[in-house]
């Protein structure tokens, strides 16, 4: 469960490509390899990612559930491609909204699990997708940090990668519909295909935004990757796009969105990341932004180069419980989760921490 590397949009040619420049190389703070000294960080994350944490708040939700667990993975044949998945559904019931949920650079379908495995717990199908090419295999064989930072550039300056990973969405939505409807598959049943969402962090969350509405802009032209099946939108810590205005990028962006970031997230690894840009850029309605206070990037992917935060099991508890919130109210309709988030959420927020709605 790596966080990630993240990158800028350079330019899109005529005719629809689209290029992306690696980020100038930095010390390894989103690339630290399990065989070097930061070893009991990356355990420390696997440790940290578990849907237990004690509610932050106090909101309308409903009592945690029992999971079950899916491991797989499926083969684009169009795309020639993998995309392994591990799915977190309720054991009973449904059937559910389903989430598809797309990990950082250097991550895995492992990561995020504290997020996946509590929605699930409250009535939510989770598919943690994993995205070849931008996954912890670039630094998991590396055989030191430099050589790791530099698979990592690579990668995030390799179009088809980032092309990729909207496309993986659009997938996983198409394979789990088919499971949903296989009579030999233990989620028959369980998906509602009028309620799904998408999620992320850091460039997972430029995946879960593009497959959401965002343009993809550059100098030639735009790209729109979104599908239409989303209806919800979770977007944590996405990195900004330097090379065409916001407004632009967002112009179409008609899907609710929760946007979180931390108010200590500013820059990573030469990437500057979105705190009101976005949410100020789109002009639909159903629009919520969370500034955590005392936050940063490392926060939402729960690793720490060094010893844990205080308050990160706290901020991790706002996270699941402000999320779920909001995917009650916007997915299933929840008149008590959507009166909560307009209402109550502010006012039980920590010193340092701001809400806005729209």
Known sequence: MRPERNTRLNSVPVGAELRL???????????????????????????????QFARALDAPVSAPSAIAELRTTWNDAAR??????????????????LIIISHGLGGSRDT??????????HGYVCAQIQHLGTDDALWRNAPDEEAANAALSRAAGTLANILNRPRDVSFAIDQMLKLNADPNSPLQGKINPAQIGVAGHSLGAFTALASAGQKLIGAGGALDLSDSRIKAC???????NPQAPVADQFADFKVPLFYIVGAQDNQVLGATIAHRQIYD???????????????????FAGERFGPDEPNDARDHALTQTATLAFWDAELKA???????????????????SAFEMK
């Open 281 to 299: 850029a789109i002009a639909a309605p159903q629009q919520y932004l969370l500034i955590v206070g005392g936050a940063d990037h490392m926060t």
């Open 112 to 121: 995020l699990d504290y997020l996946g495995k509590y929605w699930a717990s």
């Open 234 to 240: 979770v977007a944590v810590s996405a990195p900004l």
């Open 80 to 97: 020639r491609r993998e995309v392994p998945v591990v799915i977190f559904y309720p054991k009973t019931g449904g059937p559910f909204p």
């Open 334 to 352: 929840d008149a008590a989760a959507k009166s909560w988030l307009q209402t109550d959420l502010k006012a039980q927020l920590q010193a340092g």
């Open 21 to 51: 420049s690696p980020l100038p190389p930095r010390n390894a703070r989103h690339a630290k390899l399990s065989k070097f000294p930061m070893i009991r960080l990356f355990v420390a994350l696997l440790l940290l990612s578990l849907p």
